[in-house]
């Protein structure tokens, strides 16, 4: 599953997003992973809370993202929830068509029961049509 926070740079997503994280340590039964850009909002985080630097990874491009998902996934067969902050620097994907990487995410969730939470820079009206559904809050 994917679920959407959508909003301009500088709405507050990241607060919702960080607020969500921490609110979904009270019922997961497995693991939670919170990927962002930078290690800035470690002490924001639950402890509980799995953070990772994407920027430590060499990744250039959507397809090298979603492999980069897809090894976190491997590795901890009880993640439940994953946070993408700032979805589309982390993707390689600003200015870009995001539907297909929306699509993928899609499919990996549904596969390993993952819910990927998404921040993404964009207006809700703005977003492929694949990704309109899923948006749970729009700023």
């Not at 809370?49 to 491009?61: A, C, G, K, Y």
Request: glycine content about 6%; proline content about 1%; cysteine-free.
């Amino acid at each position: 599953m994917v679920q959407i926070i959508a909003g301009k740079k500088g709405k507050g997503k990241t607060k919702h997003l960080l607020e969500k994280a921490n609110e979904s340590i009270k019922t997961a039964k497995g693991s939670i992973v919170y990927l962002d850009k930078s290690s800035k909002h470690m002490y924001e985080l639950s402890n509980k809370i799995r953070l990772i630097n994407v920027n430590e990874f060499p990744l250039s491009s959507s397809e090298s993202f979603i492999g980069f998902v897809s090894g976190i996934i491997s590795q901890d067969h009880d993640l439940e929830i994953m946070f993408l902050d700032s979805f589309l620097k982390l993707a390689s994907l600003e200015g870009e068509d995001i539907s297909e990487t929306i699509a993928t995410l899609k499919k990996i969730g549904e596969k390993y029961h993952v819910t990927f939470v998404l921040s993404v820079s964009m207006d809700a009206h703005e977003l492929p049509d694949n990704a309109k559904d899923d948006v749970i809050i729009s700023l």
